[in-house]
Every structure is written in structure tokens, then in C-alpha cells.
């Protein structure tokens, strides 16, 4: 069973059409999550860290939300840069630093 | 800063033979990880040190799998012999403690 699942697998938009990515989790104790955007042949860009639940952290047109069970990232006005892979990560309580990622979800946004 | 340095950033090798990865992290980063990034699994933790010392290989996938950090500034991940399946995107992240982990740009390995 995976302990972070994202949902949608991939996603269509046209610009300026907001939505939003979720990332549930099954972590016992958890120790921060992890939002990253991946472009094709890139690494992985760190975009935010959610510590708590209420928590809320935005940048530009994305703002992440966490609850005891999941995080949204939403997206606001979404422009055709902002097309790419979106990855969660979570890091539990009794796993040291390593992350436990999602498989992503890809968002597409035409104009 | 450069950000973490992975070489080469493509690879495509024969069945059997050794493939070594490289990865310089940031310079002042404790943390080093090996990632490695396929379609059906995503993105999976090989191995991690910190202080130069391998603190969690419960990832690497079989004894072909080999990873050494013989200073603070240069990791290796060595697959001896390779192959078909070992074809991903392996991925080199560093940190500073616990914190926000960076990522190289990766190598794309092709196994023939």
C-alpha cells in the first residue's frame, strides 16, 4: 500500500481555469511534507514545507494547505509556466531525514 | 552556489557492464541521497549518508548496487554488472541537517 498517494494522475487546464492537486498520506507520526515541481528533464524544485496541520504556505500563484490526512496544492490563475510534474513527499517521525514521494501529478495549462 | 553536480547526465551502456555515477552535493550540506526515478515506481530512496557515512541502504535494490562518500564534497553509485532494468533517472539530493532536500539534474541511465 502506498503511504502517499496523489491524485490527479494528470491534469488539464486552460490558463486562468484555477484548480486544485491532492496528496493523501498514511505516515504514523508525521515530520514535515514536501512539495517539489519537476520539469521534463529536470530534478526535482523544492517549493514548499507544511510542518502542521492548518498550515499554509504560498508562493506566487500556489498555495499549499495541510491537513492530518492531506495536502492541497492549489492553483491560482495558472499560466502555461506553470505546466510541469508535481511531487509530494512526506518525512515520518521515525525515518530519520529520508522522504517517502508520491508518483506526482502532471499538470498541463493551455493558453 | 552551483547547486548539486551530477556527471555524466547521460549514460547508455551495454548488459553487463559498470556504470559509476558522480555526485558533488552543495558545498556545507551534512546529507547526501541517492534517488532513483522510473515511470511505474516513481521517484525511490536508494541510499543515504551523512557525514560521509551510509546511514540507511535499505533502498538499493541488490548487491550489483554499490554507493561510497569518501569525502564531504564527492558520492559515487556504482551498478556492477548492469542491466536492462536498472534503466531510470537516478537523482543525487544534498541537505543541510534535516532540512530541505536539493536535487542534481540527474542522470539518465540507458541500459541496452
Known amino acids: 500500500e502506498d503511504q502517499v498517494t496523489q491524485s490527479p494522475e494528470a491534469l488539464r487546464l486552460q490558463e486562468g481555469e484555477s484548480s486544485s492537486l491532492n496528496c493523501s498520506y498514511t505516515v504514523s507520526g508525521l515530520r514535515g511534507l514536501f512539495w517539489y515541481r519537476q520539469d521534463p528533464g529536470k530534478g526535482p524544485e523544492f517549493l514548499f514545507t507544511?510542518?502542521?496541520a492548518g498550515e499554509e504556505k504560498e508562493k506566487e500563484r500556489l498555495k499549499a494547505t495541510l491537513t492530518k490526512k492531506e495536502s492541497f496544492l492549489h492553483i491560482t490563475a495558472p499560466k502555461p509556466e506553470d505546466s510541469a510534474t508535481y511531487l509530494c513527499?512526506?518525512?515520518?517521525?521515525?525515518?530519520?531525514?529520508?522522504?517517502?514521494f508520491g508518483k506526482g501529478t502532471t499538470l498541463s495549462v493551455s493558453s | 552556489d552551483a547547486g548539486v553536480i551530477q556527471s555524466p547526465r547521460h549514460e547508455v551502456t551495454e548488459m553487463g557492464q559498470e556504470v559509476t555515477l558522480r555526485c558533488k552535493p552543495i558545498?556545507?550540506?551534512?546529507?547526501l541521497f541517492w534517488y532513483r526515478q522510473t515511470m511505474m515506481r516513481g521517484l525511490e530512496l536508494l541510499i543515504y549518508?551523512?557525514?560521509?557515512?551510509?546511514?540507511?541502504d535499505s533502498g538499493m535494490p541488490e548487491d550489483r548496487f554499490s554507493a561510497k562518500m569518501p569525502n564531504a564534497s564527492f558520492s559515487t553509485l556504482k551498478i556492477q554488472p548492469s542491466e536492462p532494468r536498472d534503466s531510470a533517472v537516478y537523482f543525487c539530493?544534498?541537505?543541510?541537517?534535516?532540512?530541505?532536500?536539493?536535487f542534481g539534474p540527474g542522470t539518465r541511465l540507458t541500459v541496452l
Open positions: 539530493a544534498s541537505s543541510s541537517g534535516s532540512d530541505t532536500q536539493y
Open positions: 507544511l510542518y502542521s
Open positions: 513527499a512526506v518525512r515520518e517521525n521515525q525515518a530519520g531525514t529520508a522522504l517517502i
Open positions: 549518508f551523512n557525514n560521509n557515512v551510509p546511514i540507511d
Open positions: 558545498s556545507g550540506h551534512d546529507y
